[in-house]
């Protein structure tokens, strides 16, 4: 920490899509400034740096991990480089903020959350949509009871930017992104956030997975992040799934469904979720965030935004903009991070993950490692399933265990 500013420093790696809305993230939180971004080529990270307003470039993550004023690493790379670069970051004693998913595999992903407990650093995966305003309004009217008993919790998270042949991007490629695409991309967010909302811990999943575009056309020059390319390409095989229907069972009895797709064309980004109980029922939608639908037998009530949904940890004249001004998925994040870096700057210790309390959880003020493990764990309950057309358990996925669970 910067002693004449208190103000934290950080590194954030990656020049990709994400890792410039982390440096946005970051400054607007109130309680650090990026001192470097780090990337692999060094005429990108030096355009990323300069278009940035970032002064130091590096492609030189030791010389960077190596400065005692860097105090933060935001781990914003392709999947199979995460553990790595958030390991090292780690051991040079810098709290980490990764990414999802953040490995490839559970006992990886269980290993990184495993350091950072023993080295007491603060470490959070970027499970953005737990952020929202109108997300926190919902889990908070679940955990106050209004919903009476949850029975059902379903939605989906649909896209279309890989819905043609000459739609390509590093996230096909299961040596980059890992043996899951679209559920370890888009449905882990899914799952983290109705678990977060609910209150629930999902048991076990039903999966069935497709990939409707077995054949892809990678561009042989440079490479678009989203959209088609036009120029030169050679074919190449897919072996990761460009959707999937889950069928969804939650401790205490709840159930759930959750459709998964990056190539339903015309949809955008369309996250959903529904939590409907005994008394009421209600919904989210990304793209319409500032609303909140809660419903009962009588009437359907539309909840938006107010001064109320502020983050608790709103400080040091961060602004949250008043009601009617939306906000979106730039300020989730940032809202996201406020508690991670408040607590660095307090002095607090890292959260532990809370236990269980009979068929609910209560999460720590940001989502930890932990968090992103088991998110893990739901991807390859989900590929176990749909590989052996069963029922396969969440926790006993992550405990190494892959049998299915009874009708």
Not at 248 to 254: E, I, L, N, Q
Not at 375 to 391: D, K, P, Y
């Amino acid at each position: 920490m910067n002693p004449a500013t208190g103000r934290l420093g950080v590194a954030v790696a990656g020049t990709g899509f994400v890792g410039p809305f982390h440096v946005d993230a970051v400054r607007r939180g109130g309680f650090a400034d990026v001192l470097a971004i780090v990337g692999s080529d060094p005429e990108r990270t030096a355009a990323a740096a300069a278009a940035l307003g970032v002064q130091r470039a590096s492609t030189d993550l030791t010389a960077v991990l190596g400065d005692p004023a860097i105090d933060v690493v935001h781990v914003c790379t392709p999947n199979r480089t995460h553990v790595e670069i958030a390991t090292a970051a780690l051991e040079a004693g810098k709290h980490v903020v990764v990414e999802k998913p953040v490995a490839l595999d559970l006992g990886t992903a269980q290993d990184l959350a495993s350091l950072a407990r023993r080295l007491g650093l603060h470490a959070a995966v970027a499970y953005t949509y737990r952020g929202y305003p109108m997300v926190r309004r919902a889990r908070a009217l679940v955990a106050a009871g209004e919903l009476g008993e949850l029975r059902l919790v379903h939605g989906a998270y649909i896209q279309d930017w890989l819905a043609d042949p000459a739609d390509y991007n590093w996230r096909v490629d299961v040596e980059a992104s890992g043996a899951s695409r679209a559920v370890a991309d888009i449905g882990s967010h899914w799952f983290d956030t109705a678990e977060f909302v609910s209150g629930l811990r999902v048991e076990a999943v039903l999966a069935d997975l497709a990939t409707f575009i077995p054949v892809r056309h990678r561009p042989t020059g440079a490479a678009v992040a989203f959209g088609t390319s036009t120029g030169p390409s050679e074919p190449v095989e897919i072996r990761s799934e460009d959707a999937a229907t889950i069928l969804v069972r939650f401790r205490g009895g709840a159930r759930g469904t959750c459709i998964v797709s990056q190539v339903s064309p015309g949809r955008k980004n369309a996250f959903s979720l529904e939590v409907a109980g005994a008394r009421w029922s209600l919904n989210w939608a990304q793209e319409d965030p500032e609303h909140l639908w809660v419903r009962d037998r009588e009437e359907a009530r539309l909840l938006t935004r107010g001064l109320a949904d502020a983050p608790p940890d709103a400080v040091r004249g961060v602004p949250t903009l008043p009601a009617g001004h939306p906000e979106g998925w730039a300020e989730a994040l940032r809202d996201l991070l406020r508690p991670f870096y408040a607590a660095i700057v307090a002095g607090e210790p890292p959260p532990h993950e809370q236990p269980a309390s009979g068929t609910s959880w209560e999460p720590a003020p940001y989502p930890t490692l932990d968090d992103g493990a088991r998110g893990i764990g739901f991807v390859e309950a989900v590929l176990e399933s749909a590989r052996t057309e069963r029922w396969t358990p969440v926790e006993r996925q992550q405990e190494g265990v892959s049998e299915g669970v009874p009708a």
